[in-house]
């Protein structure tokens, strides 16, 4: 059974910083493309980063680069999300998604709230 697991969330002042972890079971990440999703109130999910199987190119959404950093650890099975300078516009509900062909498989989903 395939399982993504998040962690990290929480609420935080503008400017900080957390680390979201995704720890994945029944499957191995370094077969996949790992990508994490955040989705506000009101919106839709959007894409925020994604680091790829095998180069480990990244991506960011035009909005976080700069300040968020995507990396995986195979040897733990676990993808990360780090993230720095928060902005209020950042809360959301946050996702990581793995992604391979035909196969793709989402966690529960973490929440990041950031205020004052």
């Known amino acids: 059974q395939v399982q993504l697991v998040e962690s990290g969330g929480g609420l935080v002042q503008p400017g900080g910083s957390l680390r979201l972890s995704c720890a994945a079971s029944g499957l191995i990440i370094s077969n996949y493309a790992m990508k994490w999703y955040r989705q506000a109130p009101g919106k839709e999910r959007e894409l925020v980063a994604r680091?790829?199987?095998?180069?480990?190119?990244?991506n960011y959404l035009d909005s976080v680069k700069g300040r968020f950093t995507i990396s995986r650890d195979n040897t733990k099975n676990t993808a990360y999300l780090q993230m720095n300078s928060l902005k209020p516009e950042d809360t959301a509900v946050y996702y990581c998604?793995?992604?391979?062909?035909?196969?793709?498989?989402w966690g529960q989903g973490t929440q990041v709230t950031v205020s004052s």
């Open positions: 998604n793995a992604d391979w062909s035909l196969f793709s498989y």
């Open positions: 680091i790829s199987s095998t180069s480990g190119t990244t």
